[in-house]
């Protein structure tokens, strides 16, 4: 097996773009290729078949590989919950929240289970693609560095350099990180990439030669023009390009200060007449033709600050005037009669009203529920994913959203009460059957759903990710490393 890893100048340089670029890639090259993180510290998670959880960016880059999301893909996964505190998930199961000096305490444990995992993928891959964390040359963590340098050296591999010239000091970034790694990892370099170049690309001719004397050994094997219609995922869940896109009737979306899974929201970037907007305060939301709540890592901490920034009446009194309002997982959990977590399991401790816009109490649990399920709307079928912690019951009668099936068989799941709408499920609007649901309860008649679903549209954006690549860098050093 060869391990390829993609290193990035800093955060937010596009290491997971480019690291499910290589693995689709790869893929099409016929090599079996898996992805993996060492350490991800994300709210955007994913639901294996086996009832773990992992990173959603490495779930996106296995299915980029064609391969079932593995939590051995992301064996250490952070959700942050508050400051300074984040719940811990080893292989797929949650151990409970961890403030990060204690986290650091565990660092030779923690290394023993990366170590077992990159192990594991020696026979069953040809090709590890490596995705770093951050920069590798932070000075002050490089000894407790679980994601770049350390999983690479352990299977003796090479890397990518990938940095961000859309936020300038592009020679900076790329010479600054050479002059800093250690001399002893030079030689594993396959080559830079200047990421995310917007504009006419022939203004930046010949980067090799202005960056050679500052940074000899490195060689820059190309430069990537940003592509916004080839963005499957965002590690974090949303660029700040994404926070208002389309044009049409505006469907706000909340901006918790700690949601998890904004992705939701991306199938609606397909459909025509339809703007969506992530709002974090009440004025915002004069005009929006429908309202989501998304989910949270602590639903009783965005309570409170819905009530705080005066969010919290502005929906209710939209709600009231006949807008939908649509709550995900955390948000399905703020629109009932009541939160209880009395020992802060979930985050936040506390007993207290929800918004009461359907009619539901939800108790939480030190129980976690990850499960994947297949939904059904109408005629169409398809999967979706629950990650919560609380068990949510009916305090009055009140109509299912829709059926569910798993393992476990048929059952219902959410709830709709008139223009209130609730459920569990990630992915809940992968289909345009859901969209369309909501944009007829809105009223919205100008709605033009994307008729194909979401996941399949990630497919052909995958291929054409692999393409875009082949076009614009030279892979000669990366073909000759992977004797392809």
């Not at 939590?71 to 409970?96: D, F, H």
């Not at 202005?210 to 660029?239: M, N, V, Y």
């Not at 907007?277 to 309202?291: N, T």
């Not at 959203?401 to 459920?423: F, K, Y």
Request: proline share 6%; with cysteine.
């Amino acid at each position: 097996m060869r391990s390829l890893s993609i290193l990035g100048t800093s955060s937010n340089a596009g290491k997971t773009w480019v690291a499910t670029a290589f693995c689709a890639w790869l893929r099409a090259q016929g090599v079996r290729v898996a992805p993996f993180k060492a350490q991800n510290m994300s709210n955007n998670a994913w639901a294996t078949l086996d009832g773990g959880e992992m990173a959603r960016a490495q779930a996106v880059q296995a299915e980029a590989c064609g391969l079932m999301p593995d939590a051995g893909m992301n064996p250490i996964l952070l959700k942050p919950s508050g400051p300074g505190g984040s719940q811990l998930v080893l292989l797929g199961r949650a151990q409970g929240h961890q403030a990060a000096a204690e986290y650091y305490r565990h660092f030779d444990h923690l290394w023993e289970i990366v170590k077992a995992a990159l192990d594991g993928w020696r026979s069953r891959c040809d090709v590890l693609v490596q995705e770093g964390a951050g920069s590798p040359v932070e000075l002050n963590l490089m000894g407790r560095d679980l994601v770049n340098l350390r999983p690479m050296r352990h299977l003796d591999g090479r890397f990518l350099l990938v940095g961000d010239i859309d936020r300038g000091g592009i020679y900076a970034q790329l010479a600054g990180t050479w002059a800093l790694l250690p001399p002893e990892d030079r030689p594993r370099s396959l080559g830079a990439i200047v990421n995310r170049f917007r504009g006419d690309i022939s203004l930046f001719p010949h980067p090799q030669e202005w960056l050679a004397p500052h940074a000899p050994g490195l060689d820059i094997a190309g430069t990537l023009p940003f592509r916004p219609d080839l963005q499957p995922e965002e590690e974090d869940g949303l660029a700040a390009t994404d926070e208002d896109r389309g044009a049409g009737a505006s469907i706000c979306w909340i901006r918790l200060p700690r949601a998890a899974n904004l992705t939701d929201c991306q199938p609606w970037w397909g459909d025509a007449g339809i703007r969506t907007r992530w709002v974090s305060a009440p004025e915002a939301l004069a005009g929006a033709r429908a309202i989501v709540i998304p989910g949270s890592k602590n639903t009783l901490a965005d309570l409170r600050w819905l009530r705080a920034c005066g969010l919290a009446g502005a929906i209710v009194a939209a709600a009231k005037r006949g807008v939908p309002v649509v709550g995900i997982c955390g948000g399905f959990q703020i629109l009932g009669a009541r939160l209880v977590d009395p020992e802060g399991v979930a985050g936040d401790a506390g007993d207290e009203s929800g918004l009461g816009l359907l009619p539901h109490r939800t108790v939480f649990q030190r129980e976690k529920t990850v499960r994947q399920v297949t939904a059904r709307c109408g005629d169409r079928r398809w999967t979706a994913y629950e990650i919560h912690m609380g068990r949510s019951e009916p305090t009055a009668p009140c109509p299912a959203l829709h059926l569910i099936e798993d393992a476990q068989g048929s059952r219902p799941e959410g709830l709709r009460s008139g223009n209130v709408i609730g459920t569990y499920l990630h992915g809940w609007f992968e289909v345009p059957e859901t969209r369309r649901l909501l944009a007829a309860a809105a009223n919205i008649a100008e709605h033009m759903p994307h008729l194909v679903p979401w996941a399949e549209q990630r497919q052909q954006i995958y291929r054409q990710m692999a393409a875009h690549l082949e076009s614009h860098l030279n892979l000669a050093s990366i073909k000759r490393y992977l004797d392809l």
